[in-house]
C-alpha cells in the first residue's frame, strides 16, 4: 500500500536554526498538508497546499514557517528560526481530494524535532 | 471557529464494546473522521461520515447526527491491540481539525 513517507525521523536543532523538513505524499494525491502535535497535545493543522500554493493556514503558521514542492514528488516544511516551542512531532500528510469530495487524510510516521 | 470535544479516557475490558462520543460545533462541516493513534505513532484512518447513519467497517463502526452535531465510534470485540488514542475529525473546505482525543484502554 502506497504511504506518506517523511525525513528525517529526529532532527535535534539549537534555537534560532533553521530546518527542514521533508515528505514525500502518496503519488497519486493533490492535497498536501503539515500537522504538528506537540507531546500529549492534540494533533494541530498547521497549513494545506494544492496546485503549488497554500490553500488555508492556522495561526500557528506565522512568517517562520514556509511550505515548498520543489519538484514533483517532494513537500517540504522550512522553519526559519527555530524557538523552544517549536519542539514537536510534525506530521505531513494528503490526500485525493478535499472539500465536499471526501478523501482520507494518509499521515507519514512524523519528524521529531526536538530545539535545545 | 472549531470546537471538538471528546472524552479524555475510557476503560474497558477485553471482548467488550466501547463507544466513543464527540460533539462537535464547527464553520464549516464536509464529514467527519475518526483516526486511531497509538503512542508515538501517526494517526491512521478508521473511518467517516458525510451522511446522517451508522457506517460499519468490520469491528469498528461510526455515526454521525449532522443536526445535533453529534458522532460516535463504536469498539466491539475489544482486543489488547485497541488501546491507543481515538481522534474524532472535522472536515471543513481546506483542512481537517482534530478533537484532542480520547485514550482507551483494554484490560484483560
Known amino acids: 500500500e502506497p504511504e506518506v513517507t517523511q525525513t528525517p525521523s529526529h532532527q535535534v536543532t539549537q534555537m534560532g536554526q533553521e530546518v527542514i523538513l521533508r515528505c514525500v505524499p502518496i503519488s497519486n494525491h493533490l492535497y498536501f498538508y503539515w500537522y504538528r502535535q506537540i507531546l500529549g497535545q492534540k494533533v494541530e493543522f498547521l497549513v494545506s497546499?494544492?496546485?503549488?500554493?497554500?490553500?488555508?493556514k492556522s495561526e500557528i503558521f506565522d512568517d517562520q514557517f514556509s511550505v515548498e514542492r520543489p519538484d514533483g514528488s517532494n513537500f517540504t516544511l522550512k522553519i526559519r528560526s527555530t524557538k523552544l516551542e517549536d519542539s514537536a512531532m510534525y506530521f505531513c500528510?494528503?490526500?485525493?481530494?478535499?472539500?465536499?469530495?471526501?478523501?482520507?487524510?494518509?499521515f507519514g510516521n512524523g519528524t521529531r524535532l526536538t530545539v535545545t | 471557529g472549531q470546537n471538538i470535544d471528546q472524552p479524555t479516557e475510557m476503560t474497558a475490558t477485553e471482548g467488550a464494546i466501547v463507544q466513543i462520543n464527540c460533539t462537535y460545533q464547527t464553520s464549516g462541516f464536509n464529514g467527519l473522521f475518526w483516526y486511531q493513534q497509538h503512542a508515538g505513532e501517526a494517526p491512521t484512518f478508521l473511518s467517516y461520515n458525510v451522511l446522517d447513519g451508522l457506517e460499519e467497517k468490520g469491528r469498528f463502526s461510526s455515526f454521525l447526527s449532522r443536526s445535533k452535531g453529534y458522532s460516535y465510534l463504536l469498539l466491539k470485540e475489544l482486543q489488547m491491540k485497541d488501546s491507543a488514542s481515538y481522534l474524532c475529525a472535522v472536515q471543513g473546505d481546506y483542512k481537517l481539525s482534530f478533537g484532542a482525543g480520547t485514550t482507551v484502554t483494554v484490560r484483560a
Open positions: 500528510a494528503s490526500s485525493l481530494i478535499l472539500g465536499q469530495g471526501i478523501s482520507p487524510l494518509h
Open positions: 497546499f494544492y496546485n503549488n500554493e497554500i490553500s488555508e
